[in-house]
């Protein structure tokens, strides 16, 4: 018989009309998923040891709690991303500290005038309406107030307030504290008037003073180890780690460079941000060299750099085509940094292996180049190659596509050499027929923007038998992948 079936048989004595219906490969392809890591109020759901689906932006306060950090995280995905298929992972410090920080107001009530303080806590505007002659302790008054109001109005307010006592004789001042037991809440931003509008409104001889240091004494961090330990097995497009410990963003690289190998391909990219200047920025990511790590430095901004992960992982998730560069994309409820990074800041950072962003003249803050922290290769020796996170995805589309395409037509054939012609219906590879099916699939990439130099490939592809084992097959593909439109240098000259 010279047709393969799979389920009809070669002696049928009663005789019919027994038809076979095979699928000659799947069709379309898998959806992005994403994972989130975030920390979790106690009145939160998620779950602490396996990855949790979310469905909607409402189930981020059910599963970490209104007012929380992991909540605002999960939030930022999914606005940036609402198609992507997103999953979560919570955390609770065995020792977690709330973070706190200290207001203190003075007012004259003979001079004070009416007016609203603008403060933003983690990037929440809350407006405080202070009444004219109101003395200091009745502005700290309002300020609590307007705090805890805002906190039930608005669940993305991540702290509560109370007035305190301190010192003798007794000082009195406004207790801002985080909802969440964690490191991550130092880094809520407080400050005054971040729109030039804001110092307008703002009442006259009032002096509201933010401690220096902001938010702090928060404490309790993720542990790497337990968060790898409860995805084993389980692959991710996508993850997006909370903060920038070195030694967690180690373990997670030497983790996904284990997931990227041949024998697991559960290919993956981790997504951080970094707070402060170029400086602090770049000193987070000197010690690590990593092809799937990317790191952004969030400035200045009144936006938590966990937010701003969260969101730059999802804006890079959305977009379809793995090549193409993600330049002025905007990072949607991320707010601009007031210092803005110039081209110099910028360089020094993508040298140091940060990822950069710029800001339009709209007050958007934009992806200006995305890449990993990889610099070095294994000699030490300065490598480009896997700079571009782009290059990256390229690579796992390629492989993917190259994988489907080839477990979905021979699935079940037999391999031999090209010495003969087989029927057409026979199930059986041959060295031949993988090198017109590598060739036919190529095209296909070509057609979608993603390699290029075809003849290069025909003639550099190897398709043989294996020696050893000759129920194996060894092919090596040498593609080039398109390259980036980010830079265009021109010499113009021009005579008299």
């Known amino acids: 018989m010279s047709i393969s079936f799979d389920a009809i048989p070669d002696d049928i004595i009663e005789g019919g009309i027994y038809t076979e219906v095979r699928s000659t490969g799947p069709k379309g392809g898998a959806q992005h998923r994403a994972l989130v890591v975030v920390p979790k109020l106690a ?28 909540a ?44 609203t303080i603008a ?59 985080s909802k969440d037991t964690c490191a991550l809440a130092n880094s809520i931003d407080l400050r005054l008037n971040y729109y030039a509008s804001d110092s307008r409104a703002a009442p006259k001889n009032v002096v509201v003073t933010i401690a220096p240091t902001g938010m702090a004494t928060g404490a309790g961090v993720a542990d790497a180890d ?24 180690k373990a997670w690289s030497d983790e996904l460079d284990s997931r990227f190998g041949p024998q697991v391909q559960h290919d993956g990219h981790l997504f951080a941000a970094v707070e402060g200047d170029v400086a602090a920025a770049t000193t987070a990511a000197a010690g690590l060299n990593g092809k799937h790590l990317t790191l952004i430095g969030s400035g200045d901004s009144p936006t938590m750099p966990c937010v ?18 993600r330049r002025t994309l905007p990072l949607p409820g991320v707010l601009a940094p007031p210092t803005i990074w110039d081209n110099a ?74 010495g003969v012609d087989y029927p057409p219906g026979q199930d059986v590879v041959q060295p031949k027929t993988i090198r017109a099916e590598s060739i036919a699939l190529h095209r296909e990439w070509e057609q979608d923007g993603l390699v290029q130099n075809p003849k290069a490939f025909a003639e550099n592809l190897i398709v043989e038998r294996n020696l050893q084992d ?22 113009l000259e021009f005579e008299h």
Request: net charge positive.
């Open 43 to 70: 009145s939160g759901t998620l779950s602490t040891s396996a990855p949790q689906r979310v469905f909607s932006p409402g189930d981020a306060y059910r599963l970490c709690g209104k007012n929380s950090i992991g």
């Open 72 to 115: 605002a995280m999960i939030r930022a995905f999914m606005a940036a991303a609402p198609n992507v298929e997103l999953y979560a992972i919570g955390f609770v410090p065995a020792a977690g500290v709330a973070a706190n920080c200290s207001l203190t107001a003075t007012a004259d009530a003979a001079t004070s005038g009416g007016g």
């Open 119 to 177: 403060l933003y806590i983690g990037g929440v505007r809350v407006p405080v309406v202070v009444e004219a002659g109101l003395e200091g302790d009745g502005v700290e008054a309002a300020i609590v107030a307007a705090i805890n109001l805002a906190a039930i109005d608005n669940p993305r307010l991540l702290v509560t307030a109370e007035v305190v006592q301190t010192g003798e004789p007794a000082v009195k001042s406004v207790k801002v504290t």
């Open 226 to 249: 337990t968060i790898i330990a409860a995805i084993a097995g389980i692959p991710f497009d996508t993850i997006v780690w909370p903060d920038d410990a070195e030694a967690a963003l």
């Open 308 to 325: 701003w992960a969260a969101t730059l992982a999802a804006v890079d998730a959305a977009e379809p085509d793995p090549a193409r560069p």
């Open 345 to 418: 800041d910028r360089r020094s950072a993508l040298w140091g292996g940060i990822s950069t962003w710029t800001v339009d003249a709209g007050g958007r803050v934009l992806v200006d180049r995305l890449i990993t922290t990889y610099r070095k290769n294994a000699d030490g020796i300065p490598d480009s190659s896997y700079r571009e996170v782009t290059t990256l995805r390229t690579i796992t589309s390629l492989r993917r596509r190259w994988n489907t395409r080839i477990q979905g037509r021979f699935p079940r054939h037999k391999l031999a050499d090209d």
């Open 470 to 491: 000759r129920n194996r097959l060894d092919v090596r593909m040498r593609v080039t992948i398109v390259g980036k439109f980010l830079t265009l240098a021109t010499l």
